[in-house]
């Protein structure tokens, strides 16, 4: 009876190291090797939600079809034969190139619009999923030779977990944002490329002759070292295919992909690809915002701003020499700092966030809210629209009672409220919302050039009449003007819909329809 392969390796020539010694250098592998495979999981989600939208969505389905990859790797297994260790160092070269470069090759093909993005996001997933799935159950029959059976596979699961819990913390305290997606992705390609070589180097008496081996992983690791080096230059690239426009600054937060751009005195902002306003024509949709139910409260004193770290609300409340205190909380303080800091913007805002009557607080309104009694004269609740479940919070009924609490009793709350004409359904799903919360609405709507037909939602515990004055150097609104922005034509007219209850979400899935259908 011939030799089963296994049994061929362990016959093979001995290691320079102890069994003892061998084994903690591969459990400390398979630490690395279970830190590299969560984080191409990570990346290829994370891209995914930038690119995509809806984060629950792209991390729930790139998740699931990566552990269903991996478990065709672990099955695919079985099949290999042959020296254990060559093969392992094979994957784990392949491991390296392949998920290293996944979130670039990614990038550049959204940017290049390069055939169906989707088909090529799950495949990359699929392959890194079945490249991973192959690595441990390969490690374990290398391991079986020195440990008993029992006692290998509690240590080898026990460091896996481990080192999975290792970059689900550094992954967005640390990786994204200081490398973002692409050098993360790199970074961790290098580490599978270093595992290759240290075991090239721990398995030296059996694979003495591997010269063509050392010359691949010594080109693999090149390879990407070349990716980081030139990886600013191929962001760079890549969003000059995406944006129509000068690109000027970039950033990747915890949170959220920041990109403003520049063409001639027009200046825009992008978060995760969508446009948040063009400088050509923000005063219009941030005077809609602010000034009709602010110019109606003449007593306001202390102001909330819910979102807006661009500073633009902030700088309309400004005009009213009466404001005694502005609260700006908004979750990101990469958005905050940047609108504080950059002479460029900070024209744009009129430095307002560094005016001494504003406090800026960075943290999750929700977490805020609840944890703090103040109350306001008035509050702008100023997010960006509902296109995911995390976003959708902060627009239930949950949400508005808890903000209803921290009004004065005469006071008014503001809502941006997306777009009446393109997503109709979603702006009176808001308004039904806010009523279902107990208070009584005032939808309005504006033209902004930049976004279309867009709308907001007044709403108090009155109603509240028009303004009867504005503040002077505004460009877009007028007293006379007011009224008509309270009149809907049919085409925008109140739908009979269902509010959006936290447990429920309701108002995400009709946006997303909505919004597919104009984008599509």
Not at 20 to 42: P, T
Not at 64 to 82: D, I, K, P, T
Not at 267 to 290: G, M, T
Request: glycine share 8%.
């Amino acid at each position: 009876m011939s030799a089963s392969p296994d049994a061929h390796f362990a016959s093979s020539a001995p290691s320079p190291l102890s069994p003892a010694r061998m084994q903690h250098a591969l459990l400390a592998s398979v630490f690395i090797i279970a830190s590299c495979g969560l984080a191409y999981e990570l990346v290829a989600a994370a891209l995914a939600s930038y690119l995509l939208g809806d984060s629950i969505t792209q991390f729930s389905t790139i998740i699931g079809a990566y552990l269903f990859a991996m478990g065709v790797g672990s099955w695919l297994s079985r099949y290999v034969s042959g020296n254990l260790v060559r093969r392992f160092i094979q994957i784990e070269m392949a491991v390296g190139v392949v998920g290293g470069f996944t979130a670039v090759a990614l990038f550049l093909a959204f940017a290049a619009q390069m055939g169906p993005f989707r088909g090529l996001l799950y495949l990359a997933v699929l392959a890194v999923g079945v490249l991973v799935g192959l690595e441990i159950p390969l490690v374990m029959r290398i391991l079986k030779r020195d440990v008993a059976f029992k006692e290998l596979v509690s240590q080898v699961l026990a460091v896996d977990y481990l080192g999975a819990l290792a970059v689900s913390l550094l992954f967005p305290l640390l990786l994204v944002p200081y490398l973002g997606l692409m050098r993360t992705g790199l970074l961790f390609g290098l580490l599978n490329v270093g595992v290759a070589i240290w075991a090239l180097a721990l398995f030296r008496v059996e694979l003495a002759r591997a010269f063509g081996l050392r010359f691949i992983a010594g080109g693999c690791l090149v390879l990407l070292l070349l990716g980081l080096a030139i990886a600013g230059r191929i962001s760079s690239m890549a969003e000059s295919w995406l944006y129509a426009d000068e690109v000027i600054y970039t950033e990747n937060s915890p949170y959220q992909r920041i990109v403003v751009t520049r063409w001639r005195d027009d200046i825009r902002l992008f978060l995760n690809q969508n446009l948040q306003f063009s400088s050509q024509d923000e005063y219009r949709y941030h005077e809609a915002l602010v000034h009709p139910g602010l110019a109606a409260l003449p007593a306001a004193r202390r102001i909330l701003v819910l979102g807006g770290g661009d500073g633009f609300a902030v700088r309309e409340i400004l005009r009213y020499p009466q404001i005694q205190s502005i609260t700006l909380v908004d979750l990101d303080p990469a958005m905050t700092q940047l609108f504080s800091t950059a002479p460029l913007l900070t024209g744009l805002n009129g430095n307002a966030l560094n005016d001494k009557r504003v406090t800026v607080i960075n943290d999750d309104a929700g977490r805020w809210l609840e944890e703090h009694a103040e109350v306001f004269d008035f509050v702008i609740v100023d997010f960006p629209d509902p296109s995911s479940f995390a976003l959708g919070k902060l627009y239930s009924t949950g949400f508005y009672r808890l903000l209803a609490r921290h009004l004065a009793p005469d006071g008014q709350l503001v809502v941006q409220a997306t777009s009446p004409y393109y997503a109709r359904r979603s702006f009176w799903t808001i308004v039904v919302t806010l009523e279902a919360a107990g208070l009584k609405t005032a939808p309005y709507h504006a033209l902004v050039p930049s976004f279309g037909e867009w709308g907001y939602v007044l709403a108090g515990r009155d109603t509240r009449t028009l303004p009867a004055a504005y503040p002077e150097g505004l460009r877009f609104l007028t007293v006379a003007g007011t009224p008509d922005l309270f009149h809907f034509p049919a085409d925008m007219a109140r739908l009979p819909v269902e509010p959006n209850r936290l447990n429920e979400q309701g108002l995400v899935r009709v946006f997303e329809q909505e919004w597919h259908g104009v984008l599509r």
